[in-house]
């Protein structure tokens, strides 16, 4: 698909069949992901690819957002692996995280799958019930798959404030 209409056409899926993601075009959206540009290229992030049965419960409990969706990835990064600015109150981690998440929610859009970037959860408890290892945070969730018939753009997707009302050229 085209670039431009990538981005104007994605949007928040908030409706999932039961339509199984092939792994073809999982594999496609990692590797998206993958190739992400990180500070430093430290390459910090960690996907959790969320498919088993015992995995979306977790999700499930953890969040009312999944929607139905067949996948669900959850994004983090390594804490100890992170590129401090200078300064040292700000490190690259969040930053780079949602740039890998954001990345594969684009090539998700680009081989006609659907996706919502989910953040209403308690990463820490998520963290703790999937296991990982203290090191590691959990950023957002990414639910995949294919929209169910009625899945639609909320009313505000069109929504944008004009150019002028956040960008400020100096």
């Given at each position: ?30 590797e ?65 995280a ?6 594969m ?66």
């Amino acid at each position: 698909m085209e670039f431009r209409n990538v981005i104007r056409n994605r949007y928040s899926c908030r409706s999932f069949s039961d339509r199984p993601l092939e792994e073809s075009k999982l594999q496609a959206i990692l590797e998206a992901g993958r190739l992400a540009p990180t500070a430093k290229n430290i390459q910090e992030q960690r996907i959790y690819v969320l498919k088993s049965e015992d995995a979306i419960a977790k999700v499930d409990a953890a969040t009312p957002c999944r929607y139905g969706a067949p996948v669900v990835l959850a994004v983090g990064y390594d804490i100890t692996n992170v590129y401090t600015y200078p300064g040292g109150k700000h490190d690259s981690g969040m930053e780079d995280a949602a740039i890998v998440a954001t990345h594969m929610i684009l090539a998700a859009a680009d081989e006609g799958v659907d996706s919502c970037w989910l953040n209403r959860f308690d990463p820490e408890a998520l963290e703790a019930s999937l296991g990982l290892p203290p090191n590691e945070r959990i950023l957002m969730l990414l639910d995949l798959g294919y929209g169910a018939a009625d899945a639609a753009p909320s009313p505000r997707h069109e929504s944008r404030k004009a150019l002028e009302e956040t960008v400020t050229v100096l």
